[in-house]
């Protein structure tokens, strides 16, 4: 066998190898490894984003494989994801407070729900919901834990919707966290431009666990650190009465812009800087 036969006879034999390699990984990592087999009882579940699950994908409880998602469907009376979940009969002592996450494998791997056990003594049934969910974790947030803006609430109970208008929002994005005290209690649900009034209208998703927000509370747009992403902080007020859905913050504080920093700075001098004392007038001596 000449030299260049023997080349190609290599060149094929890996090429082989290397297609059945991708067609192995491709049934371990996708759906065709996660067909479901055995009796089942199914259950619903509701989040607000599912990123790229898809159906047959695996349902898992301290990451062991307990069942698989049979079908997604968008809610046409809101915008929220029905995810009906497929468990085996063997897993039916599944408390009904339980939480319903969506996790991905590795970095870039498929996406499952996690299931991870509530305290209610009592268990899930054939076409229960699972009222406590959290949605698929967003690049866009994760880099935003990375750079210091923080996370956003878990959102498990719903949200409601306020409303914020800022002569200038910075860098402000949608997704970012909004805070009050430092503790993160919802996200930015979307940034408008009023053509109108020329300022932006920030509409704001708050966790409902935080209802009682009272409607003379400020909204103001901080920088995480020096260089970190921007949120919005919320500063509660005195008043008796609490904000409902759909009200509008009044009292607001725009984005600081570094130019405008620098500018006070060399405005007002340096903060240990003394100014001197007024001359006192000869008619004040004696």
């Known amino acids: 066998m000449s030299q260049r036969n023997s080349y190609a ?5 890996f090429i082989v190898l290397g297609f059945a390699a991708l067609a192995y990984l491709a049934t371990q ?4 490894a996660n067909t479901h087999q055995g009796a089942s009882y199914t259950v619903q579940a509701h989040f607000a ?11 898992k409880i301290a990451g062991v494989r307990v069942g698989q998602v049979r079908t997604i469907a968008l809610d046409p009376k809101r915008e929220a994801a029905d995810v009906t979940l497929a468990i085996d009969e063997r897993y039916s ?5 339980s939480v319903a996450t969506i996790f991905t494998s590795g970095l870039l791997g ?6 991870e056990y509530g ?4 268990d899930l049934a054939e076409g229960a919901t699972l009222a406590r969910t959290k949605p698929a974790q967003q690049l866009e947030e994760m880099l935003g834990k ?5 996370g956003v609430a878990d959102n498990l109970g719903g949200s409601y919707v306020l409303k914020a208008r800022f002569s200038n929002v910075g860098a402000l994005s949608v997704g970012a966290p909004v805070k009050m005290a430092g503790v993160p209690i919802g996200s930015v649900m979307a940034v408008h431009a009023d053509p109108v009034k020329l300022d932006a209208e920030v509409e704001l998703a708050i966790d409902r666990k935080y209802d009682q927000i009272p409607d003379d509370s400020a909204a103001a747009v901080f920088t995480s650190g020096l260089i970190g992403t921007q949120y919005v902080a919320v500063q509660p007020g005195g008043s008796p009465e609490f904000l409902k859905n759909g009200d509008e913050m009044v009292l607001t504080q725009s984005a600081m812009q570094l130019e405008d920093l620098i500018g006070k700075f060399l405005v007002n001098g340096s903060p240990t800087e003394k100014k001197e004392a007024p001359a006192e007038s000869p008619a ?3």
């Open 9 to 13: 006879v290599g060149t094929g034999l």
């Open 29 to 32: 990592t996708t759906s065709v």
């Open 49 to 59: 984003n599912i990123g790229q699950l898809k159906e047959r994908a695996p349902v």
């Open 93 to 97: 002592h599944i408390p009904d407070d």
């Open 110 to 115: 498929d996406q499952y729900v996690g299931i």
């Open 119 to 122: 305290n209610s003594k009592k």
């Open 146 to 150: 990375f750079f210091g803006a923080g």
């Open 284 to 286: 004040g001596k004696h």
